[in-house]
């Protein structure tokens, strides 16, 4: 029987294939090339501007799940002395390299997670993930990711996540835990919470997986694109569903937590 670790860096090859093989302008984000991904990520965006603000000192930026390099491209213009790419797909990580290849003060390293080999003499002053952990179903490879991450004692801890109250899995490969339960995951004798934010998506999340569902998109893999014809309509809701979610905000969207060391 093939381990969670193994399966996440299979299904992530084959993310970074797909990818590759979309004729989406953008090579960078990792999901389905749709609106509904960018209107995610200018959530994440200013959630990172937000909490990266909080950060004093970004000597060394590290990533866990560092996909094909777009968060990276985000801390690079804060000129760090060093970044560090962790990815559990080898196939995603020579993607962020060919997305990054002006980036010249950046070490790309594969591993699963369930530990985090800091490079001898590197001292990590912010690590983070960007809707990374959701995508660890299995309770132990959970567990050993966030211990790992504590254990590589960055400064501070950023995490980026889609949550739900109460919890729920959805899939085999992606599951919306609580807020309380990414906190209390790194709250405690190690790190102390800092500071927490919720973004609803829950109408974005609604009209866009109608979409979704219209144009059978759920039936593909992800990395695919999106047709033309779903684009168009979901680029066209995607006001009215962030106007929604500021109006009448759900139970289901994005959460930032950053925690300090003790």
């Not at 590197?122 to 959970?142: A, C, N, R």
């Not at 504590?150 to 109250?165: F, S, V």
């Not at 109460?166 to 992606?174: E, N, S």
């Not at 033309?228 to 009448?248: G, H, I, N, Q, Y």
Request: a positive charge; hydrophobic letters at 40%; glycine letters at 6%.
């Amino acid at each position: 029987m093939k381990t969670s670790a193994r399966r996440q860096s299979e299904y992530w090859d084959n993310v970074a294939g797909h990818i590759q093989g979309s004729d989406a302008p953008d090579k960078d984000l990792v999901g389905y090339h749709s609106p509904y991904d960018a209107h995610v990520r200018r959530i994440a965006a200013l959630l990172l501007d937000r909490f990266s603000a909080a950060v004093v000192k970004k000597d060394c930026i590290a990533e866990l799940g560092s996909g094909a390099g777009l968060n990276l491209r985000y801390f690079a213009r804060f000129t760090p002395k060093k970044l560090l790419a962790f990815d559990c797909s080898s196939q995603l990580l020579n993607l962020a390299r060919a997305n990054l290849s002006s980036v010249d003060n950046i070490e790309f390293i594969q591993t699963s997670g369930e530990d985090i080999p800091v490079p001898p003499g590197t001292s990590i002053d912010l690590l983070f993930t960007v809707t990374v952990l959701q995508h660890i179903t299995d309770p132990e490879m959970y567990r050993r990711v966030t211990a790992a991450m504590m254990d590589a004692k960055p400064a501070t801890i950023l995490i980026i996540e889609d949550t739900r109250r109460p919890a729920r899995q959805l899939t085999p490969h992606y599951i919306l835990r609580s807020p309380s339960d990414y906190i209390s995951s790194f709250d405690g004798d190690k790190y102390s919470l800092v500071m927490t934010q919720f973004a609803s998506l829950t109408w974005a999340a609604r009209l866009f997986g109608l979409i979704n569902r219209l144009f059978g998109l759920y039936k593909q893999a992800e990395g695919c694109q999106l047709p033309k014809a779903a684009f168009t309509m979901t680029r066209f809701l995607s006001p009215l569903a962030a106007r929604l979610d500021t109006l009448l905000p759900g139970k289901f969207g994005m959460t930032a937590a950053l925690f300090h060391v003790r």
